[in-house]
């Protein structure tokens, strides 16, 4: 019976288990189920990226185990337990045969990775880290070698970069783009972090894509498409994430490039929600920790009987490059206007302001990030 059934949560990361410690404050009796693919365990997703400079393994990420958060939740968790189908008139999803019903389903499945395209026989060495059981598998391939290559130059490719390098690994990255972070930095902050990184001892082959990769005795060969030849001992893919949308879309949900969601948060289905990374709210999908957060107080609110609108402010991104820090609040594809900039070195500040001198965006590099406080101010809010 679909009233007395439980509101389900699919995922445990941190969208998931955001929303359901904020629905547990508000609805102490509720019952809630979650299930996740993985073990469950809760950790911060953004660690993944510092971890080699600080060392910690997959276990010294984690903060809880899935028991202990079932039980501080007081919660049922199933792990390691994939839904492989939705049927939203019935109120049920299904993991293989086994149906199990919902009052409310909440999707927090998060976004996959996009996997390269690269011929050759190595295959089996590139590694993508969206999870804290990628991590774990790829510190073990890393272990006792030296070097890395990096697939791409985006938020995830650089933070990499910079936290191997820390680490004492040789990194080289490869990305088809002129700059790096090309989508969220003007070409003369990303040419400070550049710079900033190749001080590391980074290289950085901006331009080609690797279009393949093969043993060659304990070490691999990379082919790039210029022609270029490099030597290394474990790739990294970070090409790019998407949400998760099959699903969805196997359900008969309204998808874009992600679930589409209301302001409630509410899929095209009135007893769906998403949010996180899997989700598109208001046509925009933000895979950070910020909407996500501001996500789950808005939806707990609405699951808890008090129909509530999400609203993002001035939500600025920190990219993890201590090497020369950056914090950015990228313009809106669909606004116009121009790039104003001072550079001093690794010190830069970008604004983007329109005709009417309004701020509308900014990129801040090195000792200008402390800039940030006062541009937030005079930022407009991203969904008000
Ligand atoms: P996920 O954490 O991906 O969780 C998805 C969950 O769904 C998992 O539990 C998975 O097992 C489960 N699942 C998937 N499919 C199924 C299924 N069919 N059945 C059951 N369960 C399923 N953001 C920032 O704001 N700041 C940062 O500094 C930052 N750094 C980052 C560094 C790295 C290396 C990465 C990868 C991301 C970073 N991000 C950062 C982005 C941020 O971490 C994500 O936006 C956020 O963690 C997404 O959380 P989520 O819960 O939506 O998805």
């Not at 547990?24 to 189920?33: E, F, S, Y």
């Not at 976004?111 to 969206?130: K, L, T």
């Not at 009135?270 to 989700?279: E, F, Q």
């Not at 909407?291 to 991104?317: I, N, Q």
């Amino acid at each position: 019976n679909e009233n007395s059934a439980p509101i389900v949560v699919i995922g445990t990361g941190l969208a998931g288990y955001n929303l359901v410690k904020e629905l547990r404050k508000l609805a102490p009796q509720q019952d809630i189920l979650m299930i996740t693919a993985d073990d469950g365990r809760n950790y911060s997703k953004p660690m993944l990226s510092t971890g080699f400079g600080k060392n910690k393994t997959a276990d010294e990420l984690a903060m809880a185990s899935a028991a202990a958060m079932a039980e501080q939740l007081n919660i049922v968790i199933r792990t390691n337990t994939r839904v492989t189908h939705i049927d939203a008139a019935a109120h049920k999803v299904f993991v293989g045969e086994e149906p199990i019903d919902y009052s409310k389903l909440v999707l927090a499945w998060g976004a996959e990775v996009i996997r390269p395209r690269v011929e050759g026989d190595a295959g089996d060495r590139i590694y993508s880290i969206n999870d804290l059981e990628d991590y774990a598998r790829f510190r073990a391939a890393a272990d006792g070698k030296k070097r890395v290559l990096i697939m791409g130059a985006g938020l995830i490719g650089c933070e990499y970069a910079n936290d191997m390098a820390n680490g004492g690994f040789e990194i080289d990255v490869v990305a088809p783009c002129e700059q790096l972070l090309p989508s969220l930095l003007p070409p003369e902050a990303a040419n400070a972090v550049q710079h900033g990184l190749e001080g590391l001892g980074v290289r950085f082959h901006l331009g080609p894509l690797v279009s393949r990769i093969v043993h060659d005795g304990d070490e691999l060969s990379a082919t790039l498409s210029n022609g270029e030849t490099l030597k290394t001992d474990v790739v990294v893919s970070a090409i790019g994430l998407r949400p998760r949308l099959d699903l969805a879309i196997k359900a008969g949900l309204q998808v874009n490039h992600g679930i589409v969601v209301n302001r409630q948060l509410q899929t095209s289905e009135p007893d769906i929600y998403a949010l996180g990374d899997c989700a598109e709210v208001e046509g925009r999908v933000l895979l950070y920790v910020l909407p996500l957060m501001a996500s789950a107080r808005a939806l707990a609110k609405t699951l808890s009987g008090e129909a509530t609108e999400v609203s993002y402010g001035v939500m600025p991104v920190t990219v993890k490059t201590p090497v020369v820090p950056v914090v950015v609040s990228p313009p809106a594809l669909s606004v116009s206007g121009m790039w104003q900039t001072e550079c001093d070195g690794a010190d830069v500040q970008a604004e983007f302001r329109n005709e009417n001198g309004e701020l509308l965006g900014y990129a801040l590099t090195g000792a200008r990030v402390m800039n940030k406080v006062a541009l937030n101010k005079e930022l407009p809010a991203i969904l008000p």
